[in-house]
């Protein structure tokens, strides 16, 4: 009888998983690693608007029809403005796009220059004033890909 309960205990700890005994220091099977997923792309595509400040500096030089350089007008003003633009992604990293720019130029930024013309026996006034800048731009580019 002790012998048929031997035989059995003996044949449940190694025919039955997990019934049998384990070894403290036997590896245990860590878990498989989760797959990979790529962080997310950035979009360029969008309107965007925004505001800008600074400076702007101007010279003039006043020639007359003989060549001859009579005089010169230099200032420096303010300017302030904003630009709004739309850009669009196509393919993974190409980008269209297209912004207009507008600043107003601030100050008492108007030079006076008055000359005398010896070819034409007379005094002449030159002046010079700007109110104000803007441009329309087309753009057309490449980003570099995300970095995993």
């Given at each position: ?78 300017i302030a ?35 005398f013309v ?31």
């Open positions: 009888m002790k012998r048929l309960l031997l035989v059995s205990a003996a044949t449940i700890a190694f025919v039955v998983p997990g019934a049998g005994l384990r070894a403290a220091d036997m590896a245990v099977k860590a878990p498989p690693a989760p797959a990979y997923v790529p962080p997310p792309s950035v979009n360029w595509t969008g309107f965007y608007i925004g505001g800008n400040i600074g400076g702007g500096a101007a010279t003039e030089t006043i020639t007359d029809v003989s060549g001859l350089t009579v005089g010169s007008l230099s200032e420096l003003s303010f403005g904003g630009q709004i633009g739309y850009n669009y992604q196509f393919t993974p990293n190409w980008i269209l796009g297209v912004e207009a720019f507008f600043d107003g130029i601030a100050g008492n930024n108007n030079s006076n220059l008055t000359f010896p070819a034409a026996g007379s005094f002449f006034q030159a002046s010079a004033k700007a109110d104000w800048v803007t441009t329309v731009a087309a753009r057309f580019g490449y980003t570099s890909p995300a970095v995993p």
